[in-house]
Structures are given as C-alpha cells and as structure tokens.
C-alpha cells in the first residue's frame, strides 16, 4: 500500500491522506487551515470513496470540494455528518462575511450532502479488495477510526483521545501493522482531567462570590457539551450562546454516540439559552456565559468581551488550544484582543483551563504499544520528533506534504 499526505503531516490542519491499494484510492479527512482566510490541501485527485474521521473543519472542511468533481461518497458516522453539515455551511457564511472566497459554494454543499453515507461503530464497508471498519477514536461524539484491511491492517486514528468522559468514551487500541496516528500533544502531558474541572470550578465560584461574571470561551463542537457537563457539578446561572445549543441538539439525536445523553440532556435543561440581543443583556446579570468563537475570533463572544473586559471582578476563562494568529493567542501573549477591527487591552482577569480531547504524550505512547504496529505513522503534530524518540525500536515514519511512501 503506499500512503500521499495532501496536507496535515507535520502540522496540525488541513488533513487529507491518500490510501492506495493497487487499483483502489481513498481519501482519508479532506479539511482546511483555519486562518482569515483559511489555508486549503493539496488538490486531491480521483479516490473511490472519502472517509471522515469527524466533523472538526480541519478534517472535514473541504468535502463538498471533493464532491463537486468527483463522484464519490462520503463516509462517516451519523452525527459526523450532521455537524459537518452546520459547520461547512457555517463556513461559507463566514467567507461572505469575511470577504474571502470559499473553495465551494451552497450548491456545492446541496451536492456533498447527497454523497453523505452514514456508517456505525463496527461497520463494514467493502471498497475492491479493500475493507473498512469503523472504530470509536474518543475525541468528540461520532469520531472515528478507520481499520482498512486488505493485504495488509491500516488504522487511521483521525484526532484520537483516549479518556473516558461523560461525553464520550475513550478509544481502545486495534491490532494493526500499520499505525496513522495524530500526534498533536507530543511531548507534552495533560494534567489529570478532574484536577483541571475542579480547578475551572473553583475559579468560578471565587469570580462569583467577587461580583463577576464568568465568561467561558468554547469551540462548538465537543468542548461546550464538555463544559456544560463540567458545570453541571454546580449550582450556577449558566447562560449559552452561539453555535453550540445547535450541536447539543444534534448529539441528543445520537445517543449511542454520546456516553452519557441523560447527563447531557441534564446539563441542557440547567441552562438558559441566548436566542436574542435581550437575552444577551439578561446573560450579563447572570454567573457563567459559555458561548462562541472557542478562540475569540468572531462570534457573540465579542459582545460579552466588550462588557467584561474592564471589571476587575470578571474573568475570561479559556478552554481550548489558541491557535497563532487568532484573538485568542493575543490575548494569552500580549493581553489585548481584536475588537471589531480596534486592538483593546483585556483589563479583567483570565486563565488557561487544560479539557484536552486529544492524547497526550503519554496516551499516545500506551495506545500504540498495544496497537503493537510494526510500523508507525506519525501525523498532525508540530513536534513529532519527540514522539518518534519514545517509540524507540519501532519503525517509524514521518511523512511530509506532497510526497508518497510505501507502507
Ligand atoms: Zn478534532
């Protein structure tokens, strides 16, 4: 078999790799860079079917791409497919409102969504000689990887994360000999993830008690419904805002896909939600605003910002990776944020809390010595090295963009 990366070998974005096995092509992720604008793959050529891992834009963004020139379907798991759908169409809304051109438009989309086809967990999908099962990767609900067995066991892990929580459930390793792993945390640790909650709950109570408003910047997609579940360990006002209620709603569609729906579904009753400019105002005499851009970049986040940004008593509270280049990088760098084309200095407090859905190092050390692969590929990550270092023994890989390798 031999293996092409279109994008998201040594960087973590834009994903795309090429599987080929004699006659028979797949594409595995098709996504994009987020920047303003973004950064797209490689051009990808003809495939016989495309495999989503999940939703993330960086691994499913540029699909309705694909789908627009080739005749393929689209694989993936239901929930995958749903939030692929708001995000993709999220996405060309803000090209327009950016002012930058999309890599598709809606009839594009409209097409891409005729090519969706849904699998489960442990499905099987026959491609020639070629067999795919689906497998659960952790990360975020309906996140897969993917076993293809032919001559040969593939696994691509797609984003990986090997906790159980009470939104998902860890992944389990796969016998295989040939290993595609992310590699986004190597060399660094998390700190144990009830530390962290209690950690993100005390400082909540103390912002409280002081008068302030907590307001908890959060991605859409995985890491509000992590959050809301974290917060249902207390007895705060807690407003929501933004894309997120839509995902909620989709994730209790799916409950096989979401460990615990009763808790999410707790957690979306304790909440009030944002649906107007008035319910903004309200939400600002409560405790806690979870809302959107996870990164400050756009978004009603914005809007509690300005109000928040001067009272020594609030606080901004970060729960996700800050990309470079984004709001959010330059307020943990610098203290200031893009507000509307003016850069402001952030004058309240704010704080970093660690809720990780990928491996850390050492996860990802354990998950692939009991994958026992001979053979590991390492990609999405800035600093494999160090990861390439610890698997000593093990052949392994690291592929760049725009080259092809025999596995
Ligand atoms: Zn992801």
């Not at 593939?154 to 159980?164: A, K, M, N, R, S």
């Not at 959050?227 to 909620?248: C, S």
């Not at 009763?262 to 903004?280: I, Y």
């Not at 330059?330 to 200031?336: D, I, K, N, R, Y």
Request: contains cysteine; hydrophobic residues 40%; aromatic residues 6%.
């Amino acid at each position: 078999m031999d293996i092409h990366f279109l994008g998201g070998a040594s960087e973590v974005g834009r994903l795309g790799m090429i599987l080929k096995d004699g006659p028979t092509s797949l594409l595995l992720d098709y996504g994009i860079l987020p920047r303003d604008p973004p950064i797209y793959p490689l051009p990808a050529p003809p495939v016989d079917a495309m495999f989503v891992s999940h939703a993330h834009l960086d691994h499913s963004g540029m699909i309705p791409w694909v789908t627009r020139r080739q005749d393929v379907d689209v694989v993936m798991t239901p929930p995958t497919a749903d939030v692929a759908d708001l995000l993709l169409a999220d996405s060309l809304k803000i090209a327009d409102a950016e002012g930058f051109d999309a890599p598709f438009d809606d009839s594009d989309l409209r097409t891409a969504r005729r090519r969706f086809r849904t699998v489960d967990f442990r499905d099987n999908v026959p491609m020639g000689d070629l067999e795919v099962t689906a497998h659960p990767a952790g990360h975020i609900p309906g996140a897969t990887m993917y076993e293809v067995n032919g001559r040969e066991t593939v696994l691509f892990t797609g984003d990986l994360h090997t906790l159980t929580t009470d939104l998902v459930w860890g992944a389990k390793p796969i016998a295989c000999d040939t290993l595609v792993i992310e590699s986004t945390y190597a060399g660094r640790q998390h700190p144990e993830r009830l530390k962290s909650e209690l950690a993100f709950l005390r400082k909540i109570d103390q912002i409280i008690e002081r008068g302030g408003i907590a307001l908890v910047p959060s991605f859409a997609v995985g890491r509000t419904q992590d959050i809301l579940l974290t917060l249902l360990k207390a007895r705060h006002e807690v407003w929501l805002d933004g894309m997120g209620k839509k995902v909620n709603s989709i994730y209790v569609e799916h409950p096989e896909y979401v460990r615990s729906v009763k808790k999410l579904r707790a957690a979306m009753r304790r909440v009030k939600v944002v649906h107007s400019s008035q319910g903004r105002r309200l939400a600002l005499q409560g405790e806690v605003i979870v809302t959107t851009s996870g990164m400050l970049d756009g978004g009603p986040v914005l809007r509690y910002i300005e109000h928040v940004r001067e009272d020594p008593r609030s606080a901004i509270l970060l729960t996700g990776y800050q990309v470079e280049g984004t709001n959010g990088r330059q307020l943990v760098e610098h203290g200031t944020i893009d507000l509307y084309g003016v850069t402001v200095d952030v004058k309240c407090e704010w704080q970093k809390f660690d809720f990780s859905a990928h491996a850390g190092h050492d996860d990802l050390v354990r998950f692939i010595e009991e994958c026992d692969p001979q053979r590991v590929v390492l990609m999405h990550g800035e600093n494999r090295e160090i990861l390439k270092d610890a698997l000593e023994g093990r052949e392994v890989l690291l592929p760049m963009e725009g080259q092809w390798y025999g596995i």
